[in-house]
Antibody, heavy 120, light 110 residues
C-alpha cells in the first residue's frame, strides 16, 4: 500500500519561499498513471488543491496560486516537491500530499499533513 | 478557497440520522462524481464515499451518499460517538481542471 510523508520547515518568514517534499513508499512514482498532488488547509478553513504533477514532469496548477507555485518530481528518490514563493500569513496551513488520476479526486491515502506557519 | 459549500456544523444524539449537504455548480457536482472524506482530529482525510454513493472496503453501511443536480448529500445513520469528525465533499471541476473541495462540516455527537 502506498504511503506518503511530507517533510519540510514548519516556519517560514513572510516574502520567502515555502518548500516541502513528499516521499512516496510502497510503490513507484513513475510506474503508475497517478498524478501527485499538493493540497492545503488553512486554519479553520476548507481544503484547497494547489497543483499536481505527473512523473514525466507535466504539471498543472490552481490558477489562484499558479504565479507563485512550482511542483517538481524526482523519480530517482521517489519524491515530489512543492515550492511556494512570496508567502504571506494567508499561506499558513496544513499541507498534504496525495495522488489521483487525472479527472478525479484523491482516492488513496494522503500524507499525514504538515503545518507550515508563515511568521517573522 | 473552497468551491463547494457545506454547513459548518451538524449534530445528533447517538442512534440518530444526520445529513450533510454539499452545494456546487454545473462545472463540478453537476458534471462529475462526488466524493466524501472523513477527517478525524489530527489525521489526514480518509475516503468515505466515492463515485457519489460507493463505499470503500471497511466503511460501514451507516454512511451513504447521494446526488441531485448540482448538490450532494452525505447521510450518517445510527450515529456513534466515533463519527465525531470533520466531513468534506469533493469533485473534479471541469473549469478549474482540478479537484475542488467543500468548506467542511463538523459533526458533533451530543
Amino acid at each position: 500500500q502506498l504511503l506518503l510523508q511530507e517533510s519540510g520547515p514548519g516556519l517560514v518568514k513572510p516574502s520567502e519561499t515555502l518548500s516541502l517534499t513528499c516521499s512516496v513508499s510502497g510503490g513507484s512514482i513513475s510506474r503508475s498513471r497517478y498524478y501527485w498532488a499538493w493540497i492545503r488547509q488553512p486554519p479553520g478553513m476548507g481544503l484547497e488543491w494547489i497543483g499536481s504533477i505527473f512523473y514525466s514532469g507535466n504539471t498543472y496548477y490552481n490558477p489562484s496560486l499558479k504565479s507563485r507555485v512550482t511542483i517538481s518530481v524526482d523519480t530517482s528518490k521517489n519524491q515530489f516537491s512543492l515550492n511556494l514563493n512570496s508567502v504571506t500569513a494567508a499561506d499558513t496551513a496544513v499541507y498534504f500530499c496525495a495522488n489521483h488520476y487525472y479527472g478525479s479526486v484523491p482516492e488513496g491515502p494522503w500524507g499525514q499533513g504538515t503545518l507550515v506557519t508563515v511568521s517573522s | 478557497q473552497s468551491v463547494l459549500t457545506q454547513p459548518p456544523s451538524a449534530s445528533g444524539t447517538p442512534g440518530q440520522r444526520v445529513t450533510i449537504s454539499c452545494s456546487g455548480s454545473s462545472s463540478n457536482i453537476g458534471n462529475d462524481y462526488v466524493y466524501w472524506y472523513q477527517r478525524l482530529p489530527g489525521t489526514a482525510p480518509k475516503l468515505l464515499i466515492y463515485r457519489n454513493n460507493q463505499r470503500p472496503s471497511g466503511v460501514p453501511d451507516r454512511f451513504s451518499g447521494s446526488t441531485s443536480g448540482t448538490s450532494a448529500s452525505l447521510a450518517l445513520s445510527g450515529l456513534r460517538s466515533e463519527d465525531e469528525a470533520d466531513y468534506y465533499c469533493a469533485a473534479w471541476d471541469a473549469s478549474l481542471s482540478g479537484p475542488v473541495f467543500g468548506t467542511g462540516t463538523k459533526v458533533t455527537v451530543l
